[in-house]
């Protein structure tokens, strides 16, 4: 499975950007999908998940203001984020992993996309 992530860029405090990563190959929709994101500095942290019927689990950071969802058909995974902050400023990762149901671990996360750069003034 190859990933590519996009969306990501420039956006003030209390704004909305949406990420999506796109998925190659056909066994898209047995993987559960992550975001995760890392600012300079800091070690890579969990943002959301879905697993394959939609069931999504949030870090506590962002519950209430981002949105992950799944097209199956598009191959495609998205992250909704709205209210901003600027603590929010780094690389989101997108994610796949084998487990069953939704993983907030990196380590089990079996494929990964480039990364896109979301910075958010204040």
């Known amino acids: 499975v190859q990933l590519q992530a996009s969306g990501g860029g420039l956006v003030q405090a209390g704004g909305s950007l949406r990420l999506s990563c796109v998925a190659s190959?056909?066994?898209?929709?047995?993987?559960?999908m992550g975001w995760f994101r890392q600012a300079p500095g800091k070690e890579r942290e969990f943002v959301a998940a879905s697993d394959w019927s939609g069931n999504t689990h949030y870090a506590d950071s962002v519950k209430g203001r981002f949105t992950i969802s799944r097209d199956n058909a598009k191959n495609t995974v998205y992250l909704q984020m709205n209210s901003l902050k600027p603590e929010d400023t780094a690389v989101y990762y997108c994610a796949a992993s084998g487990v069953v149901g939704t993983t907030p671990r990196a380590e089990d996360n079996d494929y990964w996309g480039q990364g896109t750069q979301v910075t958010v003034s204040s």
């Open positions: 190959g056909r066994t898209f929709s047995r993987y559960s």
